[in-house]
């Protein structure tokens, strides 16, 4: 059955086992991020087998489906309505509101259980975090959490590239090291984890420019499509195509390549503008927007070209490409985003492959 996203469980094991190995050499730990597969329960097999040190994802549900001895942690602020559930389904939260934080120690008494909290530091990115330069609320809500019997202050974090573009550096990730020293020694205290980011300091780990402060990575895009996102490039050590798409031809047909007629928004109340490069052969495929973001899927034959989507349709240009009938198959890579799509479609079947 088509579309199917086809997982090749050996290479993301590689990828697991040298992302392991990489950090570890460095004294690194590890957590896996499962949010772009939605914890799919044999690829969190690898993980349970492999030397990561914990599982990692935004959503309670996918932490809530993971067997695992490995500690879970919730990487996405807790919603006010939701500390029961992080409390009952994840060991480790991020934190940055006090306010959170006091119905989360709240939660933790109610249910009896101890509750584990890495503290978000902003280092400039401007997502979540408590600004490292604001040490008078940084102190007040880590005074909180270490003086609260339900709660444990596990450690401090920060997030980078994923919303402003700042990269990880010496400067960035040395004030987080700074602001953990700070928390030490003002609470008399020691933190278990320095969590200093994602995929994007692949590079400083190649280099082995980490400084030796971070003792925690939570690694998501790097192990699943081996790529180092700080510079948006695969990485030598990895596979890049331990996921593939395949979807299904249902019309293959020459058509003018410019629509005809008075234009207006389409579907998606978007104006499109097409460049009309004469009559194309001009192919359609059984999957759509609903399934996959159509930019970042790249044709495995170089002779095709992926023109645009509906709800329902790819459509692609294979006036180039040589021998394609009806019902054929054409498959794909995709990136992160389009991943994290075809992952929560309920509409792509998964095949799993350990060639």
């Known amino acids: 059955m088509y579309p199917r996203l086809n997982i090749n469980l050996t290479k993301l094991k590689a990828n697991l086992d040298t992302l392991c190995s990489m950090c570890r050499e460095q004294n690194i730990g590890t957590a896996i991020v499962t949010k772009v597969f939605c914890a799919d329960e044999k690829i969190c097999e690898l993980i349970e087998k492999s030397d990561a040190d914990m599982f990692a994802d935004s959503r309670i549900e996918n932490l809530m489906a993971i067997k695992t001895d490995k500690p879970k942690l919730l990487l996405r602020l807790t919603m006010p309505s939701a500390v029961d559930r992080t409390v009952k389904y994840a060991d480790i939260s991020m934190q940055s509101e006090l306010h959170t934080v006091k119905l989360l120690a709240e939660a933790a008494k109610r249910l009896g259980k101890k509750h584990k909290v890495i503290l978000m530091i902003d280092l400039g990115d401007l997502r979540e975090g408590i600004f490292f330069e604001n040490t008078e609320k940084i102190f007040e809500t880590a005074e909180f959490i270490v003086n609260d019997p339900w709660l444990e202050l596990y450690g401090t974090g920060t997030n980078l590239t994923c919303y402003g573009g700042i990269l990880p550096d010496s400067t960035n990730l040395g004030n ?113 927007r609903q399934d996959v973001i159509a930019e970042g899927i790249s044709p495995t034959d170089e002779n095709i070209q992926v023109i645009g989507a509906s709800s329902d349709h790819l459509l692609v240009d294979l006036t180039a490409a040589r021998g394609y009938n009806v019902g054929d198959v054409l498959s794909f890579v995709p990136d992160y985003g389009a991943l994290l799509r075809l992952c929560t479609s309920k509409y792509v079947q998964r095949i799993y492959t350990t060639m």
């Open 176 to 288: 987080l090291i700074a602001v953990s020293r700070h928390i030490e020694e003002k609470f008399g205290i020691s933190l278990s984890v320095v969590s200093g980011g994602n995929s994007s300091t692949m590079t400083m780990l190649k280099r082995k420019e980490v400084p030796a402060g971070i003792t925690n990575l939570r690694l998501g895009e790097s192990f699943v499509l081996g790529n180092d996102t700080s510079t948006g490039l695969p990485m030598e050590e990895l596979f890049t195509d331990a996921f593939t798409l395949e979807a299904e031809i249902v019309e293959l047909q020459r058509k003018p390549s410019k629509p005809i007629g008075h234009s207006g928004p389409n579907a998606f109340g978007e104006y499109v503008e097409f460049e009309d490069k004469g009559e194309m052969l001009r192919g359609i495929l059984a999957i759509g």
